[in-house]
């Protein structure tokens, strides 16, 4: 059952003067029924399923394209996506999930390059109605040799509004496996780190400590001051309500086991940046001083616009907890 609430009939004083023009016949939504009724019903509908609307009748398509339509559904926060990238997504559509519809649909794929393949290790960053991909690990046919992998600097804008992507302005620095976090108060997306390291290598590949700061609304790149070291494979996320940027986790150095097989050193600290000054500090040991513990993929989670630092090593889980500086055992 919907529940619509109509808006009263006009008063009697009101009853001299003209209804208003209907509207064109090939504006009407739902004949019979008027179009704020109409946006409302096609609200309910999940995201997942706009595509196949769209192509329903002109209207419909304009309806679910507009701006106000889809301010609407990102207010009535009814629609939980999961955007996932299996391969990628200039060869291959990446995939939205709608959770509560429990309903997939394919994107369209981002822009091809034709001397480029092999995209992974990007970041995609949600960010209002749009998703960000920046930068990545890739082949290039134009590179020698042809077998090594690069950074990428590219970054490309999916808009959820007209289902379409869009270049946008390349970052100073290439990077892929780097780390990340959006400042909603400023508009702004930071990055920091990062390298050329891809997925078919378990190994190797080169490590940055440039910051860059990415304003969306005038497209435009700008260089902060760097990370303490070189770190790649890191992870990103905000604290003390969007005032400090902390990057953990990843590895800098890199030594050869037989003088053959490079290993990497991973990090065990974490690098913060006031927004505010600019400036970087350390933090020690983020994972506790014992042997045992090695330094694995950190993954960070969302807690009512908290974050949630865990550390997965091996069969153990530890969560960092950034009051007290101790990292303890889930599994214990």
């Not at 208003?20 to 016949?25: F, K």
């Not at 869009?166 to 702004?188: H, L």
């Not at 290993?263 to 042997?291: F, I, Q």
Request: charged share 15%; aromatic share 10%; hydrophobic share 40%.
């Amino acid at each position: 059952m919907i529940s619509v609430a109509i808006p009263p009939p006009s008063s009697p004083d009101d009853s001299s003067s003209p209804p208003p023009p209907p509207p064109p016949s090939s504006s009407i939504l739902i004949p019979g029924l008027p179009n704020e009724v109409s946006r409302t019903i096609l609200s309910i509908v999940p995201y997942a399923h706009h595509a196949r609307l769209k192509s329903t009748s002109k209207s419909w398509k304009s309806a679910l394209s507009s701006k106000s339509f889809l301010n609407t559904l990102l207010g009535q926060n009814r629609n939980n996506l999961i955007c996932i990238f299996p391969q990628d997504p200039s060869i291959a559509s990446p995939y939205l999930f709608d959770v509560n519809a429990v309903a997939w649909c394919p994107l369209p794929p981002m822009p091809c390059n034709p001397h480029v393949y092999g995209l992974c290790n990007f970041a995609a960053v949600p960010f209002g109605p749009h998703i960000y991909i920046i930068g990545g690990s890739l082949f290039d046919t134009r590179s020698f040799p042809i077998n090594r992998p690069s950074s990428s600097s590219s970054t490309f804008r999916f808009n959820f509004r007209d289902f379409s992507w869009e270049n946008r302005a390349p970052m100073i620095s290439p990077r892929g496996s780097f780390a990340y976090a959006v400042v909603p108060s400023s508009g702004n997306i930071v990055v920091a780190g990062g390298g050329s390291r891809h997925t078919v290598f378990a190994a190797a590949g080169s490590r940055i400590r440039a910051v860059e700061r990415y304003d969306v609304v005038e497209d435009q790149w700008e260089e902060l001051d760097p990370l303490p070291c070189f770190r790649a494979g890191c992870v990103g996320f905000m604290e003390r309500e969007g005032e400090e940027f902390w990057v953990v986790g990843g590895y800098s150095a890199s030594r050869t086991v037989s003088g053959v097989f490079p290993v990497d050193e991973y990090c065990r600290d974490a690098a913060v940046m006031g927004l505010e000054d600019g400036a970087w500090r350390e933090v020690g040991d983020t994972w506790g001083d014992g042997e045992n513990v090695r330094a694995g993929k950190i993954v960070v989670g969302d807690d009512s616009g908290s974050p949630l630092v865990f550390m997965l090593d091996g069969n153990e889980i530890f969560r960092y907890f950034r009051v007290s500086g101790l990292a303890i055992n889930l599994l214990l």
